[in-house]
């Protein structure tokens, strides 16, 4: 068993570590050591390409207040405020969010990414959330309700509903290959809720963000996995984050830093969001 003394010098060094890793965070990298963190500097702002994908970044469209919140946006707010420079919003679209990095027309972008080994062959990602499924039936069918795992439901017995073409559909097939599969076309919603109230199915995947919004709306339902609201799955989960161009080695490793000294902060923004989504 340690000493009381080995423990104190134990706590201590565990101490002067997150302490040291917090003073990193907070020191931007020196001149000459990150031609990025230079032209920032020089430029005296901070270009971030931004594209609205709540919870992590929100468009403000009612003409006052701040142009953008959430997680995403504080993050980037943090990054600009220990450079000691101004924050600029790029506009981009689902098309160019990627490559105005490559084309300098922006230094990272902050409209959510997902990750994925395409994109890893480009950018580099400062991650802070991540996305996963859940799956819902009614609640009032036995099925469903006498449910404690999504194993349960890889039977024949139990009919799962899907979108075709959805992200979805291939997870759907390879997770439930006992079960009857029953694709629809997609319908403008977060997921196939109709098939589920019309009982034509038992259960259907649905992204854990949207889906506490889809519970407090439609009464009656049942969601697995049960903790904290399904919002702890790691069914098909993938990691989201900030983007940066690729080889920016020592601009990439203090970012990270600067995010795991907000993450307590990020993620508590991201759950008061989900909260108040409709």
């Not at 830093?257 to 923004?269: F, G, I, N, Q, Y």
Request: charged letters at 20%; aromatic letters at 6%.
């Amino acid at each position: 068993m340690p000493s009381p003394s080995f423990r104190l010098k134990s706590g201590l060094a565990g101490l002067l570590l997150g302490l040291a890793t917090a003073a990193f965070a907070q020191t931007p990298p020196a001149p000459g050591a990150s031609p990025r963190v230079d032209a920032i500097k020089k430029a005296g702002v901070l270009r971030v390409a931004v594209l609205s994908n709540p919870p992590w970044l929100v468009e403000n469209t009612s003409g006052s207040g701040d142009a953008w919140s959430g997680p995403a946006w504080s993050l980037a707010n943090e990054v600009a405020k220990r450079l000691g420079v101004k924050l600029q919003a790029v506009p981009v679209s689902h098309e160019t969010k990627v490559p105005v990095l490559a084309s300098n027309q922006a230094d990272m972008t902050i409209s959510p990414l997902s990750v994925t080994p395409e994109r890893l062959n480009v950018v580099d990602f400062v991650t802070y959330s991540r996305t996963a499924l859940c799956v819902f039936g009614r609640a009032d069918n036995p099925k469903v309700a006498n449910a404690k795992s999504i194993d349960e439901f890889n039977n024949p017995n139990i009919t799962v509903a899907y979108f075709t073409g959805g992200g979805e559909e291939n997870w759907v097939k390879k997770r439930f290959p006992n079960a009857k599969l029953r694709g629809v076309s997609v319908a403008g919603t977060a997921a196939p809720v109709e098939e589920i109230m019309a009982r034509r199915a038992d259960v259907t995947p649905i992204n854990r963000v949207p889906w506490q919004a889809l519970n407090r709306k439609v009464k009656g339902l049942k969601v697995l996995p049960e903790g904290n609201n399904c919002q702890d799955s790691v069914e098909m989960a993938a990691s989201i984050g900030l983007a940066i161009d690729k080889n920016q080695q020592v601009f990439l490793d203090w970012l990270r830093e600067v995010e795991k000294t907000l993450a307590p902060r990020l993620a508590s923004e991201e759950k008061q969001v989900i909260e108040n989504m409709k």
